[in-house]
């Protein structure tokens, strides 16, 4: 069992809190979350990786007295670490008790808020930039209301945080309003100014204060100053204690002779970083915490060089280092990309090292401090050592009782010095480990006989790429030393360096990786040619090209093209967006329902509501196997495994129950179960939950199971479309919702000059990745009843599968959902299951059951979208005119049927945005032994529009024309439109996509952007830009929701609808909606009774029918609902308004309320809506321009700007709008680029957390992001005329991928690049994900040595390409 640590003092926002016995494991988060009423800092991760546990520790130092104060993911810091600290959280802040602090304020009024889940932990990331700015030195005092933070700071404040649903340009824009150096026009839309009209203007904005949040409370300085004088020297006690924090290294030494010191259950922890990267599988008994002693908080500086001792932060380190000589400095930039800052603050470099020498870890720190040709100083039992680091890196993996002391880095000086650091990683600062980083130092001398630059020593260091450590590549280093480099000198150096790099087995992208170490050699290579030779250039990627971008302004030149990285640029953006007061207040941009609420961290999800009396937790204990007899469960003998209460399996599902886990009869019948029983049908199948007493011991605990399986007598399993297919093995297309063929294909074929048959292209999954994972909270009742929180997008049938499951009518059941933190369609199946889980385990033990499942966890088992593959026939006219087009397309839908009969028709729904002549199809919707794919947003429909790009592409190279052209003379007309959508293609005149592709398409600034790009391309060879434009059509459906109405006696109201609040701004749009319904009661329209409207979270028992939420249409038909329930109480309060003021002149809301109250008016209504049947559909259109920069080198994609139109109809609130469209964009840009949701060969998931899974962050959105959303023709069949903008815009990130492939095609041309199946340079197939792997290959793996050999070919002094 754990030790309990002695009694720990801290500050929570100024309140005072001792936690004695606690178990040493607990971090500060679960304290936090259980021990006090604090709910702003959130689980997302659990492993440093998002930002939602963000707080601000702050330090007393008594001698100086002085505080310091840094941003820490508080998921990974141990409870005992921050001993005698002060912990601020969101709350801590500004509450709604105290009022909210200017960065929630300014949070919410720029529409940053969506889920809000996210929102706690971007507030501390910003606070803490705005602490840290203000304590640096030499900062001119800003002008009043600004801080001292720059606007690029502010950028880069929330690097390491994760939103899933803004697309961060709002929040960055928050950040920047703090700017001193900002320009507050340049700002978006917001609720402090109106764009525009009125001036930007800093006393608009909700006033900055400097100071204004006590960080370090008084009492707990007192308290500081006085346990010092107590102790003063007591050496540590070796007791039975489990937190040890000795102050000397001798006392450290008598802790590891102590007769209790094993290495399997005692933890040395410097800031328990490390725990993010390698998980913890058990628990420890006991911790040594090192940060005490201060030999290992040294930090000299000297002439020779900087001695950083083990436990100094990498921030710190940063900060050191940045104050010194070229060499340091280029290590400070480097370090400045490793985690993130709320990481870096407490991550020490010590840990970083020993992790590197422990384990297979790709450290940077390790690779850069190797080539600058550090040491370390090592204490093994009382020897010290001082050794070089790459001995210590080559030793065999020290014992935990070696302790490194300290790093030394030598001062190079400047003299004849070159280094360079280089990484490639998914994301350029935003927590990614690099697929390979290197670091090369050289010395060079001009040889005075022939006048040559010499390399007279060289270092050259590379790791991760798939190696246990960095190395250093001597072979190369001694080739290349006392040379003059020419193009055949690197060309020989990367022929011995592709010997030299050789990524281990098992390795990810190995080609890959070797590709990327030879671009690393030969950019920095090739730049001390440069430096040294005027006579032998090379063209090298370091300092001679320019990589300009158009960004934003019709006065771009070439000439203007920054010698800066793409990826430093900052973000800027432009909205557009039609306001109407017809129906005012519904349309006005006002901000989201609870913003503020969200921002500092009050609003109530499902894992935030206390913990009721004797509550247990879950954890579920999955299936690794693929298809497999389950023979039974066991637990390894752990510590964790010690605190199982028991274990829920399908037995315990109670008589006249099923063993169901969702299902959805409308679509067909194919339930799934809920565990597996007695075959486990796919890797991640739930098998059974681990109950404990809390959630991190059932966490834990799940980690210990062992399952026995036996594969007798069973087929092995299905796991992709190509075995499906050959198996036979499919899901039936009920007959009402298959898509429909149309015209004859046989003669749209004849018709073709030219055909392209049996193309293909492969789309692969996407993983929802909601901030907040799958969780409910079962509360069992009496009389067989139970109440559920569910964090669900469908209340109504989670409530109908939870009856099934236990065996109960469904009246028993209430299923209540505040407010879901991120859906995107993964909490509608699959968080039935967690409900059912948690209803069986609660029913079945009389307790309350909580399940918050891990992050890992939850990537296992949900799902996510739909992988598939396309292979397309497709005819066409010399003019580009397509006649036909045949598809044949396999669609994974893993095990159960779940929503997958969908999928076809939301597939061929988008793809018959072009006019194809004739369309035909066969879709396979196969089942496979794989977790069921659900729907997410834009389920179907993405693949479909995006297939539709890729044959239009190849038609259009296939021409050798430009794809615009082809894109154009395949719009539909209204007539064509049609025939293709029928009923949903409405009026001809709401056909706007036409207009509006001409309007982006053909304009003149696009055409001089082409020519940009085109000259761009032919002036820089190793980076290429690419341009594109692409036009959406989206299909939405209405369906049938409630809502009511409920006017309080005081005036107040309460509105129910269908719909969950799941951060797309539905109670928002709803709130407006009934201020207008009942403003017409009202003589200002409705306007003053906004802050009168509560809506009510979801309750099964309270509204029926609610339906789902999804599909994009739900905000506006619960407006709808809304809207006719207003107009009952509208029609009945009317008259008896009229009489009053018959008789005694104007009466105000409230009086009328509270008369109407008396004479038994009921003040309740209402109205489940159902569509027109002759308007149960209709058409959504966009259209976006992306310009992209590809790095031939590495692969890396910068996108340069995107302009997004989309046609919002009259939008209900421009804001939401806006941020759906921003949002869904950007998590198009993740599918589209970077998201791999990549399985083993069993088909389970393997990139199961933030370390593997890249959703976008903020410095991979557009640095350019411009939306306009138009209102092009009003429709008054539509919810107020309004349309949906949820899911459509999704389909535009299409235009990044296009553009990207224009951008590859630049390349593939320049270095003759022909491969792939049609083995040409300008005809290729690209998949999504095209991540830097992928386009990489397609530029050419060996592009660099193509060019060397051609330079060399042509002689050593015409190396200039
Ligand atoms: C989200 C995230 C992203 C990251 N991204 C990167 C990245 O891009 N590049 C990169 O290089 N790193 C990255 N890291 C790794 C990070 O740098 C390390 O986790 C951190 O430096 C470890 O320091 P720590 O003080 O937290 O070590 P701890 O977690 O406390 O310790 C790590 C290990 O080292 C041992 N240890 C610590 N100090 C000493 C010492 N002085 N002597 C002996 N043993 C010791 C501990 O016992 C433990 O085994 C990332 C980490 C996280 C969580
Ligand atoms: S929960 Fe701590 S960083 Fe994600
Ligand atoms: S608002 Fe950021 S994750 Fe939802």
Redesign the pocket.
């Known amino acids: 069992m754990g030790k309990a640590a002695e009694t720990v003092v801290l500050a929570v926002n100024g309140q005072r809190y001792e936690a004695a016995g606690v178990d040493p494991s607990t971090t500060l988060l679960e304290f936090l979350r259980t021990q006090t009423p604090v709910r702003g800092p959130k689980l997302g991760c659990g492993?440093?990786?998002c930002g939602a546990c963000v707080i601000l520790v702050s330090k007393y130092d008594p001698a100086t007295d002085e505080v310091t104060e840094f941003s820490a993911?508080s998921c990974?810091t141990l409870l005992c670490s921050v001993d005698r600290c002060s912990v601020t959280t969101s709350e801590g802040i500004g509450n709604t008790r105290d009022g909210y602090h200017p960065v929630q304020q300014r949070l919410s009024g720029f529409h940053a808020s969506q889920c809000g889940f996210c929102t706690p932990g971007m507030c501390m990331s910003i606070f803490s930039a705005l602490v840290k700015a203000e304590k640096a030195a030499n900062r001119p005092a800003p002008p009043a209301g600004f801080s001292k933070l720059t606007a690029s700071e502010a950028e880069r404040a929330v690097s390491?945080n994760l939103c899933r649903c803004t697309g961060y340009r709002p929040i960055v824009d928050a950040c920047k309003s703090f700017a001193a150096d900002v320009d507050l026009e340049d700002l978006g839309l917001n609720c402090f100014w109106k764009k525009g009209d009125e001036p930007a203007d800093v006393s608009k904005l909700p006033g900055y204060n400097t100071g204004a949040v006590c960080t370090f409370p008084e009492f707990l300085k007192s308290e500081i100053k006085s346990s010092l004088q107590q102790a003063n020297g007591a050496p540590v006690a070796v007791n039975d204690v489990g937190w040890y924090h000795p102050k000397s290294i001798e006392e450290l030494h008598r802790l590891f002779d102590s007769n209790w010191f094993h290495e399997s259950s005692v933890?040395?922890?410097?800031?328990?970083?490390?725990?993010?990267?390698y998980k913890e599988h058990d628990l420890y008994d006991r911790y040594i915490d090192?940060k005490g002693i201060p030999e290992?908080s040294v930090i000299n500086r000297n002439s020779k060089g900087i001695e950083l001792g083990?436990?100094v932060s990498?921030s710190k380190a940063i900060e050191v280092l940045s104050d010194g000589n070229m060499v340091f400095r280029k290590i400070a930039n480097h370090l400045n990309?490793?985690?993130?800052p709320f990481?870096r603050n407490?991550?020490?470099?010590?840990?970083?090292i020993?992790?590197?020498q422990?384990l297979p870890?790709?450290?940077?720190?390790?690779t850069v401090l190797l080539a600058a040709g550090s040491t370390v100083t090592i204490q093994v039992a009382s020897k010290r050592l001082c050794l070089t680091l790459e001995e210590f890196l080559q030793q065999p993996p020290?014992d935990?009782r070696?302790?490194?002391?300290s790093i030394f880095i030598p001062d190079w000086g400047s003299d004849g010095i070159t280094f360079e650091t280089f990484r490639a990683?998914p994301r350029p600062f935003g927590?990614?480990?690099?697929y390979v980083n290197s670091a090369f130092l050289a010395r060079t001398s001009v040889d005075e006989a022939s006048g040559e630059h010499l390399i007279d020593d060289i270092c050259l260091a590379f790791g991760a790429y798939g190696v246990d450590h960095a190395i250093r590549a001597r072979k190369v280093e001694d080739y290349l030393k006392g040379k003059s480099v020419s193009s055949s000198v690197i060309l020989e150096a990367v022929r011995l360096l592709k010997n030299t790099v050789s990524p281990s087995e098992g390795a990810t992208h190995p080609e890959y990786r070797i590709s990327l170490a030879v671009s690393f050699l030969f950019s920095f290579v090739s730049s001390l040619a440069n430096s040294s030779s005027a006579s032998a250039k090379i063209d090298t990627p370091i300092g001679s090209y320019t990589n300009g971008t158009t960004n934003g302004s019709t006065e771009y030149s070439l000439e203007k093209h920054l010698k800066v990285d793409s990826n430093d640029l900052p973000i800027r953006s432009r909205q557009e967006m039609v306001f109407t007061e017809e129906y005012k207040p519904v349309g006005k941009p006002i901000k989201k329902v609870g913003a503020e609420l969200q921002a500092s961290g009050e609003a109530v999800y499902v894992d935030d509501i206390p913990a009721p009396k004797d509550c247990l937790y879950g954890a579920f204990i999955y299936s690794t196997h693929p298809h497999a007899h389950v023979k039974g469960i066991k637990f390894k003998s752990s510590l964790a495994s010690q605190k199982v209460v028991t274990v829920i399996t399908a037995k315990d599902i109670p008589s006249g129950g099923e063993n169901v886990g969702s299902g959805f009869l409308m679509l067909g019948d194919g339930d799934e179960v809920l565990f597996a029983d007695p075959v486990a049908e796919f890797a991640g199948q739930n098998i059974g939950v681990v109950i404990a007493e809390t959630q991190k011991y059932a966490y834990m605990a799940a980690k210990q199971a062992v399952i026995e399986y036996s594969t007798e007598s069973l087929q092995p399993p299905i796991l992709t479309i190509e075995d499906a297919i050959q198996h036979n093995s499919y899901f039936q297309t009920p007959p009402f919702l298959a898509p429909k063929p149309v015209g004859d294909y046989n003669k749209g074929m004849s018709e073709a000059d030219h055909k392209i048959l049996s193309a293909e292209v492969k789309l692969e999954s996407q993983y929802y990745f909601y901030m907040e994972t799958q969780v409910a909270l079962a509360i069992p009742d009496e009389d067989n009843c139970i109440t559920i929180y569910s964090s669900t997008q469908i209340p109504e049938l989670t409530q109908s599968v939870v009856a099934r499951c236990l065996g109960i009518p469904c009246h028993n059941v209430r299923v209540i959902t505040r407010r879901v933190g991120g859906g995107f369609g993964g909490k509608a199946m699959k968080g039935i299951h967690v409900a059912c889980a948690c209803a069986v385990a609660a029913f079945k033990l009389r307790h309350p059951v909580r399940m918050y499942v891990d992050r890992k966890t939850d990537m296992i088992i949900t799902g996510g979208r739909h992988p598939m593959k396309a292979k397309y026939s497709v005819g066409f006219k010399s003019d580009g005119k397509i006649t036909a087009l045949h598809l044949d397309l396999g669609l994974n839908a893993g095990i159960a049927l779940d929503l997958s009969p969908l999928i076809p028709a939301h597939t061929i729904g988008t793809l018959k945005k072009y006019n194809w002549g004739a369309l035909a199809f066969d879709i396979k919707v196969c089942k496979t032994n794989l977790s069921s794919k659900s729907t997410m947003r834009a389920p179907g429909d993405v693949q479909g529009s995006f297939i539709a790009e890729a044959i239009i592409e190849h038609v259009a190279s296939a021409l050798s024309v430009d794809t615009n052209t082809i894109r154009r003379k395949n719009l539909h007309d209204f007539e064509s439109l049609a025939v293709f959508y029928g009923e949903s293609a409405g009026e001809a005149s709401t056909y706007s996509l036409v207009s509006m592709f001409d309007n982006l398409a053909s304009s003149p600034d696009y055409q001089r952007r082409a020519a940009m790009v085109e000259h761009f391309n032919s002036s820089n060879k190793w980076k290429k830009h690419g341009i594109s434009c692409v036009p959406i059509t989206y299909e939405v459906q209405l369906r049938p929701t409630p809502g009511k109405v409920s006017i309080m006696n005081d005036g107040s109201i309460a509105v129910e609808v269908g719909g969950v609040e799941i951060g797309q701004g539905l109670w928002t749009k709803v709130k407006q909606t009934a201020a207008f319904g009942l403003g017409h009661l009202c003589p200002d329209g409705g306007e003053c009774l906004l802050d009168k409207v509560r809506i009510v979270q979801a309750d099964t028992l309270s509204m029926i029918q609610g339906g789902f939420t999804g599909g994009s249409t739900t905000s506006e038909t619960s407006c709808e609902a809304v809207r006719q329930s207003c107009a009952a109480l509208v029609e009945r309060l009317k008259p008896f308004k009229e009489s009053l003021e018959a008789k005694a002149g104007t009466v105000e809301w409230s009086a009328l309320i509270a008369q109407a109250s008396i004479a038994s008016v009921n003040l309740s209504a209402q109205a489940y809506w159902t569509p027109d049947p002759t308007f149960k559909s209709y058409l959504n259109y966009g259209a976006a321009i992306s310009e992209v920069e590809v790095d031939v080198l590495t692969g890396a994609t910068t996108i340069l700007r995107s302009d997004l139109v989309y046609d919002c109809g009259q939008s209900l609130n421009p804001a939401v709008d806006l941020g759906q469209v921003e949002g869904a964009f950007v998590q198009g840009v993740g599918f589209f680029t970077n998201e791999e949701y990549a399985t083993n060969s069993d088909g389970m998931v393997i990139h199961d957390g933030?370390?593997t899974y890249k959703i976008p962050t903020v410095d991979t959105i557009p640095k350019q992001f411009n939306v306009q959303l138009i209102n092009s023709a009003p429709d008054k069949k539509r919810v107020l005329s309004s349309k949906a903008s949820g899911e459509p815009p999704l389909l535009l990130a299409s235009s990044v991928h296009c553009a990207m492939r224009e951008a590859i095609r630049a390349a593939r041309k320049e270095f003759s690049v022909c491969t792939g199946p049609a083995n040409s340079a300008m005809t290729f197939q690209m998949d999504v994900p095209a991540t830097m792997p992928v386009v990489k290959e397609l530029c050419g793996l060996d592009v660099v040595e193509r060019y060397l050999e051609s330079v060399s070919a042509a002689g050593p002094t015409t190396a200039k390409a």
């Open positions: 492993e440093g990786g993911s990974l390491g933890k040395i922890v410097a800031s328990n970083t490390g725990s993010g990267v090192i290992l083990s436990v990498i990309k490793v985690a993130s990481v407490t991550a020490t470099i010590g840990g970083n020993i992790m590197a422990r870890f790709a450290s940077d720190i390790a020290c935990s070696t302790l490194l002391l990683a927590n990614a480990v690099s933030t370390w």
